[in-house]
């Protein structure tokens, strides 16, 4: 069983910026990030394959970067240009793949909130 400990989240003013990290018990194929809010689905934020190709939303686009530090199993998010409405609880994600299977892992999520 994968474990995803987030970390970094909290109040920032508009334009501000946050870095999330997220630490994984064991290596994953994919990491990243997804964000909910009250009564929408969660969305997709962004993602990084272990052979570095990486996924953005077009929301984020130029104003957030993942990276991943494979030998720590940890996935970081920088977060710049903060708007309102990247307010939302930041969930990890991480990708199992082995032969025959899939699996999906969720952190517990993280609050950020950008507000002045």
């Known amino acids: 069983q994968v474990q995803l400990v987030e970390s970094g989240g909290g109040l920032v003013q508009p334009g501000g910026s946050l870095r999330l990290s997220c630490a994984a018990s064991?290596?994953?194929?994919?990491m990243g990030w997804y964000r909910q809010t009250p009564g929408k689905q969660r969305e997709l934020v962004a993602t990084?394959?272990?052979?570095?190709?990486?996924t953005y939303a077009d929301s984020v686009k130029g104003r957030f970067t993942i990276s991943r530090d494979n030998a720590k199993n940890t996935a970081y998010l920088q977060m710049h240009n903060l708007k309102a409405e990247d307010t939302a609880v930041y969930y990890c994600?991480?990708?199992?793949?082995?032969?025959?299977?899939?699996?999906?892992?969720w952190g517990q999520g993280t609050q950020v909130t950008v507000s002045s």
């Open positions: 990084m394959t272990s052979g570095v190709t990486t």
């Open positions: 994600y991480g990708l199992q793949v082995v032969p025959g299977k899939r699996q999906d892992y």
């Open positions: 064991f290596g994953l194929y994919t």
